[in-house]
């Protein structure tokens, strides 16, 4: 089995605004296997949030995870995966539809809230997705 932890985080430079994602995915020992850094468009942040967690579980099936530990800094997002919080926003429930097709392609799979602070890597890479549409 292929165990690995996946980081993502969606930005949103306005609330909607200029919008991108990034995702990091680790093997269990912690070495970086991917890091994805997309431009989504104009956006809400959490609409942001949730393709990021998206691209991340693509990559993570692309690279033989098996056994997936997922990690966001987003609360809502993580309660609503988590069966916590019902999603209400029409926007949002499409992805969250998807994002629950794809775990279960998983064997196992956690997802949990992590601190901004725990999930630099993944909002460098979401900001960086928006900076390469401005450049």
């Known amino acids: 089995m292929n165990r690995c ?4 985080d969606g930005a949103s430079r306005g609330n909607p605004g200029q919008a991108g994602a990034g995702a990091v995915l680790l093997t269990d020992q912690g070495e970086e296997l991917a890091t994805c850094s997309v431009y989504l468009g ?3 942040n959490n609409i942001a949030e949730y393709k990021a967690l998206l691209i991340g579980l693509d990559e993570a099936r692309r690279c033989g995870c098996t056994e997936l530990a997922v990690f966001l800094d987003s609360e809502l997002i993580v309660r609503q995966v988590q069966g916590r919080y019902k999603v ?5 429930l499409p992805l969250f539809h998807q994002v629950q097709k794809r775990l279960a392609a998983f064997n ?6 992590v601190p901004r602070m725990k999930n630099t890597r993944a909002d460098q890479l979401a900001n960086q997705g928006i900076d390469t549409a401005a450049a």
């Open 5 to 8: 932890r996946l980081f993502t």
């Open 42 to 44: 104009i956006c809400t």
């Open 88 to 92: 209400k926003s029409e926007a949002l």
């Open 108 to 113: 196992h799979w956690s997802i949990a809230h």
